[in-house]
Nanobody
Framework: QVQLVESGGGLVQAGGSLRLSCVASGRTFSNNAMGWFRQAPGTEREFVAA????????YYGDFVKGRFTISRDNAKNTVYLQMNSLKPEDTAVYYC?????????????????WGQGTQVTVSS
């Protein structure tokens, strides 16, 4: 089992930045690919970013367009999502996810473990 706890969400004005953190505990963190997803009210959960177990490869949703950066620190069992140039349409609950395996998929169903989510609200 892997337990995930997100933090760093909040209210920010359009154009601002936030850094989300996700601390993992339980099974060995460094063997897991990690991802960030988001879900706005009335919508399906959407892929944001993912990173392989080594951190050597990263993947992003099309809407990110260079604004977000995913990274990880295996020594701290932590994955980050740096979000810059935030827009009102980025408002959502952001979820951290882990999967048993090194490959970083973009699909929700590929991830075994989920955090409770952290709210990000971007005002115009």
């Amino acid at each position: 089992q892997v337990q995930l706890v997100e933090s760093g969400g909040g209210l920010v004005q359009a154009g601002g930045s936030l850094r989300l953190s996700c601390v993992a505990s339980g099974r060995t963190f460094s063997n897991n690919a990690m991802g960030w997803f988001r879900q706005a009210p009335g919508t399906e959960r959407e892929f944001v970013a993912a990173i392989t177990w080594s951190g050597g490869s990263t993947y992003y949703g099309d809407f990110v367009k260079g604004r977000f950066t995913i990274s990880r620190d295996n020594a701290k069992n932590t994955v980050y999502l740096q979000m810059n140039s935030l827009k009102p349409e980025d408002t959502a609950v952001y979820y951290c996810a882990a999967r048993s395996g090194s490959y970083a998929y973009t699909q929700v169903e590929k991830y075994n473990y989920w955090g409770q989510g952290t709210q990000v609200t971007v005002s115009s």
